[in-house]
């Protein structure tokens, strides 16, 4: 029986791996460590709340005698790290929050780890779910593999890039058994609106301003949250230690060109004439340092492991404008109070 610590579980990719192995392993205990910042819920995980193999545990990855405790008490067997700062646009404005989160926090949960399993690490495993962008910007060609040299540009992914080294460092120096995944951008259910697919969902439903960076031609590799989520467990089932994965759709698409397809979709499910959404697009300035584009080659995965996506992007965007229109409760509580004046700062100074 395997004590397994998702961290990050009440954010938007973790609330849909903690609900897979919820399910699916019924016979290990899955416990949830959360800090519930402004990105992380406990109603993203509501139908599986009083699931007999489910624990949260309140608690910051900051926090190293808090997660001496938590191994200790729960004698944890495997870790999934998802907890993290994950908005590249938070991380220009606020590059420490990330250091201390993404860095220091992965560090901290290494060496809980580390100490708790004494250097004994039969049975034990570490997985660390990271990024795309660890590897930098793409010109128009080409794909990122697992053997690209990183080149992070942002705060975001030069933190994330570092949690990185830190977990390869554990398992070259200490020999702890660890994988690492490295996934495009993910959309679907529960994706906190400061991103850019439920950002313009929200603002599509209540006709406020599209704000497109720049040109909108920088380029994204999307991929259903769920699909990452299936790439995780089948990644924490059969990868081998000490290697990595790239997790990818090969599905990628101009900003603009997204949006357009978004404003079309949702005129046909909201009963707008046709061309109404696009007239709420508007040019902004471009991100600092944006990059321009990323494209994850997930053949590995596929060949080694066996994983596909599972969905067609029109289908998981479908699927996922029709979860946003049926949980506009959701919607309303995430965006409420401080999420307001994020966006303020954001987009309207
Ligand atoms: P998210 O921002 O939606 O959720 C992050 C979660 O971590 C929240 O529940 C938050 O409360 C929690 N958290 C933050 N700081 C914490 C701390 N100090 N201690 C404990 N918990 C803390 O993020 P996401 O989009 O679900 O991303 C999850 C992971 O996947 C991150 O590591 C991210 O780098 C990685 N990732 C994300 C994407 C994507 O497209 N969103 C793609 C590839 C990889
Ligand atoms: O590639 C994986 C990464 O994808 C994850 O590691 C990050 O956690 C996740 O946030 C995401 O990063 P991006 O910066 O690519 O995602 P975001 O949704 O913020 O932006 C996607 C693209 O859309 C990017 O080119 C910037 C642009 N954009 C974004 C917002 C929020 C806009 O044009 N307007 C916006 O309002």
């Known amino acids: 029986m395997k004590n397994i610590l998702i961290t990050g579980g009440a954010g938007f990719i973790g609330s849909h791996v903690v609900r ?14 959360d800090a519930l910042t402004y990105a992380g819920n406990l109603a ?21 005698e808090k997660l001496r405790e938590i191994f200790k008490e729960k004698n944890i067997t495997h870790v999934i790290h998802l907890a993290a700062e994950s908005h590249v646009d938070r991380s220009i404005t606020d590059p ?7 860095v220091l926090g992965t560090t901290n949960l290494l060496q809980a780890a580390k100490e708790h399993w004494e250097d004994n690490f039969s049975d034990k495993l570490f997985y660390h779910v990271s990024t795309d962008e660890v590897y930098g910007s793409l ?8 053997d690209t040299a990183y080149d992070p540009r942002s705060p975001y992914s030069a933190s994330k890039a570092s949690s990185d080294h830190f977990v390869r460092a554990f398992h070259h120096t200490y020999g702890m058994p660890i994988v690492i995944s490295n996934c495009s951008n993910n959309y679907g259910p529960n994706h906190f609106p400061e991103k850019l697919i439920p950002l313009m969902i ?3 439903i209540q006709n406020k301003p599209l704000p497109v960076y720049g040109e909108g031609l920088n380029v994204r590799d999307w991929l259903y949250v769920i699909d990452h989520a299936r790439a995780i467990e089948c990644i924490f089932s059969k990868g081998k230690d000490g290697e ?36 709420l697009i508007t040019y902004v300035k471009d991100r600092a340092g944006h990059d321009l584009r990323y494209a994850i080659d997930a053949t ?15 289908e998981g965007l479908g699927k996922t404008i029709d979860w946003f229109l049926a949980n506009e409760e959701w919607l309303a509580s ?16």
């Open 334 to 349: 995430v965006t409420s109070g401080a999420y307001m004046n994020y966006y303020n700062e954001m987009y309207n100074s």
């Open 202 to 204: 929200n603002n599509i």
């Open 244 to 279: 990595t994965y790239n997790i990818g759709g090969f599905n990628e698409w101009t900003n603009i060109d997204l949006v357009h397809l978004l404003c079309d979709t949702m005129d046909k499910k909201l009963g707008r004439f046709k061309g109404e959404s696009r007239k």
């Open 139 to 146: 010109g128009d060609t080409g794909f990122f593999y697992e």
């Open 300 to 314: 590995k995965l596929k060949n080694e492991l066996g994983w596909e996506p599972s969905l067609q992007f029109e």
């Open 20 to 33: 897979l192995f919820v399910k699916q392993f019924p016979n290990d205990s899955i416990y949830n460590l």
């Open 96 to 102: 420490l929050a990330f250091v201390k989160t993404n």
């Open 44 to 64: 993203n995980l509501s139908d599986i709340e009083n699931s007999n193999n489910y624990n949260f545990l309140h608690a910051d990855i900051q926090d190293l």
